[in-house]
């Protein structure tokens, strides 16, 4: 198939087509036609999606909730894309793309797409194509489009770059009460979620998060983030954490903030496409990381030579 007829299979709810163009945009393929990521930008472009992206440290149920508002606005008849971020080994290169099972509930549902990515050795929480996708699902005609970050720690905060909702995930019992007072992964959240919130210490997490919340000043309208508690493997909490969203979105869409939202999200997409490129252009030889670790040259040095520059 060509391009304009994959795109036109997508449109129309058919999903081998949507997985074939996500593999193009991510592996850089050419069809046969000669067409390729550029030409897909080009036919896939537009749509005014929601994009949520869900993180939080692993353990805390983000695959569960994901799950639970997958539910939720399907019965509100929108269209829900997932793409699901996994990390892939260091050692191997593969990735256990696991995401996809936890959310099994959805998979007969010609409404709900949903992804599994390996970050192939992307940092930041997502893969370097993540944004492509986010955008090619957008284009696609997707209502929601949702990013389920790997489980990262408080420097992995690409997410908020990427997404117009960032939804960070806390769980009672699981040191959040003592992280949540630290700098990091926890200012990128538009929306704070206690989830597993019939845990005993779930109201402690709440009041911590209360304290945080507290100590930040805010200018006259600027967003203040709720915090919702939820049970997502009961679907308890779901309904006014989906309000919560919606109405962030309304006050992002009140200002120019979306249309910010947006241009640091390009930003962030080139950025990472830039650093893969770099990553496979340049590699380091045996040889030089030997005379690094034996003192021969320095880091610095080093490192012109990989790129190329003598001076």
Not at 46 to 64: L, Q, R, Y
Request: glycine share 12%; with cysteine.
């Amino acid at each position: 198939m060509q391009v304009a007829d994959l795109v036109a299979a997508a449109r129309a709810g058919d999903r081998r087509a949507t997985a074939r163009l996500i593999t193009a945009v991510e592996n850089g393929t050419t069809f046969v036609d000669g067409s390729g990521a550029p030409e897909i930008a080009r036919l896939v472009k537009g749509g005014d999606a929601t994009i949520v992206g869900v993180t939080g440290s692993p353990g805390v149920g983000k695959s569960t909730l994901v799950s639970a508002l997958i539910a939720a606005w399907r019965e509100a008849d929108l269209r829900v894309g997932v793409l699901a971020v996994d990390p892939s080994s260091p050692f191997s290169g593969g990735a256990i793309l696991g995401d996809r099972v936890r959310m099994a509930d959805h998979a007969l549902d010609d409404g709900v797409y949903i992804r599994s990515i390996a970050t192939r050795g992307h940092l930041g929480g997502l893969a370097a194509t993540t944004g492509a996708a986010v955008r090619l699902l957008e284009g696609l005609g997707f209502d929601v489009v949702i990013v389920e970050t790997v489980g990262v720690g408080q420097a992995e905060v690409e997410i908020a770059s990427l997404a117009d909702t960032t939804l960070l995930l806390l769980a009672p019992g699981m040191g959040d009460g003592i992280q949540a007072v630290k700098a990091g992964v926890v200012e990128i959240a538009d929306v704070y979620v206690v989830n597993k919130a019939d845990r005993p210490g779930a109201d402690g997490t709440v009041r911590d998060l209360r304290a945080l919340m507290s100590l930040v000043r805010r200018e006259p309208g600027e967003w203040r983030q709720p915090i919702c508690s939820t049970v997502a493997s009961e679907a308890k909490g779901i309904d006014d954490l989906v309000a919560a969203i919606t109405k962030h979105r309304d006050w992002l869409a009140g200002g120019d903030h979306l249309a910010d939202k947006r241009r640091r999200r390009a930003a962030a997409e080139i950025r990472a496409r830039v650093d893969a490129e770099l990553r496979r252009r340049y590699t380091v030889s045996e040889e030089l990381a030997e005379q690094v670790a034996n003192g021969e040259t320095d880091v610095a040095s080093a490192t012109r030579r990989v790129l190329g520059d003598t001076s």
